[in-house]
């Protein structure tokens, strides 16, 4: 049964297991070969039968194309049952490019808004003052809902905390049984102060999982028949421009 928590302080619910899709849509990660887009769809669809219903997306995964899976797979869907995130890549952290790129974004995904929007990477040749600054404005225009970050350190974390007017809702790290290093610091720091700690999709016998945290549950549990690539997709370096 799919336990749910709040999202921030407000009164959204989400699963407190997510479906990460970073292998839709790329071929690093046997798309077309392994799976295919039905698969993807009907996996999607089996999440949302599950009780599932938190969406993780990215404008990098496989140059915008899982979000255009996702935006397939939730037509006849109520927007207002899924809790769709996606995430802008760390070039476009000005805030006219993030604007641009979550218009596209919404594009890609059919919807009108996203409910959570995070910075990828913190890009430490730009402004995190503008950025969360623009962040602000898109949550007060009604594109987003709430503002997350993705791999940031404590730090970082505490500055956007600090800059946004609103609240910093999610922080996405690396944390598996190959990487325990949030652990130290950065886990007992966010179960005070951030009420969702997203761990991003990668091989699952490397993310067990954990009542610590809520977890994203990736495509890998929901696709029985299909064996999915784990090598690492091989295009991330060449997908800075996304249409």
């Known amino acids: 049964m799919v336990q749910f928590t709040t999202l921030g302080r407000s009164n959204t619910k989400i699963s407190q297991i997510g479906l990460g899709t970073w292998q839709f849509g790329s071929k690093g990660w046997g798309y077309d070969r392994d799976f295919n887009k039905?698969?993807?769809?009907?996996?999607?669809?089996?999440?949302?039968?599950?009780?599932?219903?938190?969406?993780?997306?990215?404008?990098v995964y496989a140059m915008g194309e899982s979000e255009r899976i996702i935006g397939q797979a939730l037509k006849g869907y109520e927007r207002e049952e899924v809790v769709i995130v996606s995430k802008f890549l760390p070039a476009a952290l000005r805030p006219s490019a993030i604007k641009r790129a979550l218009t596209k974004s919404l594009k890609r995904l059919q919807t009108d808004y996203l409910d959570v929007y995070l910075i990828h990477w913190p890009n430490p040749l730009l402004s995190t003052r503008r950025t969360i600054k623009a962040l602000d404005e898109l949550v007060d225009e009604g594109k987003i809902r709430y503002i997350g970050v993705s791999n940031f350190s404590i730090g970082r974390l505490k500055k956007a905390q600090e800059l946004t007017k609103h609240e910093i809702v999610s922080n996405q790290v690396s944390y598996?049984?190959?990487?325990?290093?949030?652990e130290e610091k950065l886990l007992p720091y966010v179960s005070n102060s951030i009420d969702y700690l997203e761990v991003p999709e990668s091989n699952p016998l490397l993310n067990p999982i954990l009542d610590v945290i809520?977890?994203?549950?990736?495509?890998?549990?929901l696709s029985v028949d299909k064996g999915i690539n784990p090598d690492l997709p091989r295009n991330l370096s060449k997908t800075l421009t996304v249409d």
């Open 38 to 59: 039905t698969d993807a769809i009907n996996i999607v669809h089996r999440a949302l039968e599950l009780g599932i219903n938190l969406i993780d997306t990215a404008e």
């Open 176 to 182: 598996s049984l190959a990487n325990l290093k949030v």
């Open 214 to 221: 809520p977890l994203q549950l990736l495509s890998y549990y």
